[in-house]
């Protein structure tokens, strides 16, 4: 029976103490075993392999849903160069640096409004994603220093974008290969997403909802990864107070799922090539960098024994069953086939029949040993039936022996009448 990884509680799991271990081997799993996790779905898996056929297990699938965040302010810090970028109806305010070219930073959450106490993920990326119809949504308006070739520098305006998420998570049953636990197929298919940016929205969440976005914090704000964001975070910024001058390992790892690929060293950051990255894309990869997480917490956690195993469950599997074997022992199988081989070609040389023209033009005059030729051959050769007649027990023994002579049974060519023993002479036997 193998485990229901599926069946796991988020409050059971000890998140929170762990935040920078899950981050490092979420940072990893393209390096690792990845069995049960397929993208942003996490599924049930089969101990046994032996089988062949398709099964059906329990899935869950983690969806991630982005929003704008509407009337943000920006002011700058001219004594650290940071800038404070607030926003009323969202709850939020934070200090944030400008970003490099293929920049995903996350900063924390922001509260809701008094009806609900669902909080929502708050980003910053650089460049700005656009939706399937070209918006970027919320923008903020940000400096950052370009490396000239004579060796100056220029400030240069970009839009940075903000953005809230949230997360949920949907039931599914996947079709597995029992051979492979390969997931064939989920059931219900996973919603695509809407790829539009909306405002802001605070809507009732399910219980797991709930759950999973009072994670969001403690699961994405991780330890600093030791790639800064800016070089100036070196100089007059003090990086062991303010951990949000270098990129966390998770955000690493969106940047990675995104092909986002900083070069900091770039003199002109806007000579870095960015994919094409839509809103559904960012979404997407939301959610599997939080199924990532899941399911490296439950399996970490699980194997510890910092948390109760899961329920096992059953699955009915095809196997074959073997009844016998037919060995094949090759020395043996060798030496009779070159035997065989062997016999035919004696057989082949002794029973041919010869092309000369003297054996095609003597054809035999007897070609059977029926009763009537026995007797033809006696009345054509009286010293044959005195030999026969002096036998005086006519075993087959003794009837052999005196058979045993020389007789002729070829026929002359066409030009001659009269047989020749010597000439055309066979020994036969009666």
């Known amino acids: 029976m193998p485990p229901n990884q599926t069946a796991f509680s988020f409050s059971a799991i000890p998140f929170s103490e762990n935040t920078t271990t899950l981050a490092s081997v979420a940072g990893k799993l393209s390096e ?12 049930d898996t089969l101990t046994d392999k032996g089988g062949f056929g398709n099964t059906t297990v329990n899935a869950t699938t983690f969806l991630s849903t982005c929003y704008s965040i509407p009337d943000i302010t920006v002011n700058i810090d001219p004594a ?25 930073n996350v900063v924390g959450t922001i509260g809701s409004d008094t009806s609900y106490t669902i909080s929502r993920l708050a980003f910053f990326v650089m460049p700005a994603i656009p939706d399937s119809r070209g918006d970027t949504g919320s923008t903020v308006a940000v ?14 305006t970009v839009a940075m974008q903000a953005i809230a998420c949230s997360f949920s998570a949907m039931n599914q049953t996947g079709t597995l290969d029992v051979s492979t636990n390969d997931l064939l197929l989920l059931d219900p298919a996973s919603p695509k997403s809407l790829d539009q940016w909306q405002p802001l929205q605070w809507i009732p969440d399910d219980p797991i909802a709930q759950q999973m976005n009072s994670l969001v914090s403690v699961l994405f704000d991780g330890e600093p990864s030791g790639v800064n964001i800016t070089s100036r975070c070196n100089s007059n910024i003090d990086v062991l107070t303010w951990n949000a001058c270098a990129f966390s390992d998770i955000d690493i790892r969106i940047m990675d799922t995104l092909g986002f690929y900083t070069n900091l060293s770039a003199g002109n950051q806007t000579s870095v090539p960015t994919p094409h990255v839509t809103l559904a894309d960012f979404e997407a990869a939301l959610g599997s960098v939080f199924g990532a997480i899941i399911w490296a ?6 194997d510890a024994g910092t948390t109760s195993p899961p329920p096992p469950f059953e699955k009915a599997i095809t196997k074959l069953s073997l009844e016998s074997r037919l060995n094949i022992n090759i020395l043996p199988v060798a030496v009779g086939l070159g035997a065989s081989t062997t016999l035919f070609i004696l057989a082949v040389l002794l029973t041919r029949a010869h092309n ?11 070609t059977s040993a029926g009763i009537l030729q026995v007797v033809w051959l006696a009345s054509r050769h009286p010293d044959a039936c005195d030999r026969i007649a002096e036998v005086g027990e006519p075993s087959h023994d003794e009837l052999r022996r005196a058979g045993m002579f020389t007789v002729a049974l070829g026929r002359l060519p066409a030009d001659e009448t009269s047989w020749t023993i010597e000439k055309y002479s066979t020994v036969g036997s009666l």
């Open 80 to 104: 650290t160069e940071t800038y404070n970028v607030s926003s009323v109806p969202a709850n939020m305010q934070f200090d944030v640096l400008p970003l490099p070219q293929n920049g995903v």
């Open 143 to 156: 400096q950052r220093t370009i490396a000239l070739p004579d060796g100056g520098s220029v400030d240069q």
């Open 297 to 302: 917490g439950a399996r970490l956690f699980e």
């Open 32 to 43: 690792l075993s990845t069995t049960g996790l397929r993208g942003a779905t996490i599924y």
């Open 356 to 366: 000369t023209p003297e054996a095609l033009a003597a054809k035999p005059a007897v």
